[in-house]
């Protein structure tokens, strides 16, 4: 396995346009992440799934954000109509959710740069 | 929120040991402490994690306190690919990052 890969690695975009990354984690990775960081600071949690199931969006995750797992496999973020606010890095993990705690894994990231 | 505090920086030599605190006083008893390092222009890589007892690997050791409301990463022998930010984590079923410790290694 390689590892968490994102794709793609960087995006630029007008303001006002849709923009859609995709994560694929490490395959027996039940639980998988979304976060989202910029310049100086830590990453932010947006939004985290089991499996295909949708279980927690952060306060930060507008209504013009929207994250899928269909297949509890790969994952897409979408950010619809978007504004300068949102350019940053999108960063996915993985992790296994069993008895005890385990450690995730994290992708390289998905810079966005909204014009 | 962030449940741990970290200062923001430290400085250390090359290829001495260096000890980063992180104070966590409302952990709670089912609460992992993790720690992650994050390279620039890279995403968060896993460090170590531990629940009670002190634990260690190839990349460090960490020293949790008795009472777990503290605990201490520690890089042995820091080398100038260990400079990044480290950021000291309860796992609560997700990662909360807060600022973390900007480690700079001096050659």
């Known amino acids: 396995d390689t590892g968490v890969s994102q794709d793609p690695r960087h995006k630029i975009t007008k303001r006002g346009q849709n923009v859609t990354f995709r994560c694929d984690p490490i395959?027996?990775?039940?639980?998988l992440y979304w976060y989202r960081q910029t310049l100086g600071q830590g990453p932010e949690f947006l939004t985290y799934f089991q499996n295909e199931a949708q279980l927690e969006k952060s306060r930060l995750l507008s209504d013009r954000f929207s994250a899928e797992r269909p297949k509890g496999s790969f994952s897409t973020l979408e950010i619809q109509r978007t504004e300068q606010g949102d350019s940053a890095m999108y960063l996915c993990?993985?992790?296994?959710?069993?008895?005890?705690?385990?450690?995730?894994?994290f992708g390289q990231g998905t810079r966005l740069t909204v014009v | 929120d962030a449940k741990t505090t970290q200062p923001n920086s430290m400085e250390s030599n090359e290829e001495e040991p260096v000890h980063l605190p992180c104070n966590h006083s409302t952990i709670s008893g089912t609460d992992y402490i993790h720690w992650y390092r994050q390279l620039p222009s890279q995403g968060p890589e896993y460090v170590i994690h531990g629940l009670t007892s002190n634990v260690n690997n190839r990349m460090a050791s960490l020293a949790i306190a008795e009472d777990r409301k503290s605990s201490t990463l520690i890089l042995h022998r820091a080398t100038l690919r260990d400079a990044a930010v480290y950021y000291c984590?309860?796992?609560?079923?997700?990662?909360?990052f807060g600022k973390g410790t900007r480690l700079h290694i001096l050659p």
């Open positions: 993990a993985s992790s296994f959710s069993g008895t005890g705690s385990t450690e995730a894994f």
């Open positions: 984590i309860l796992w609560d079923d997700k990662i909360i």
């Open positions: 395959s027996e990775h039940n639980r």
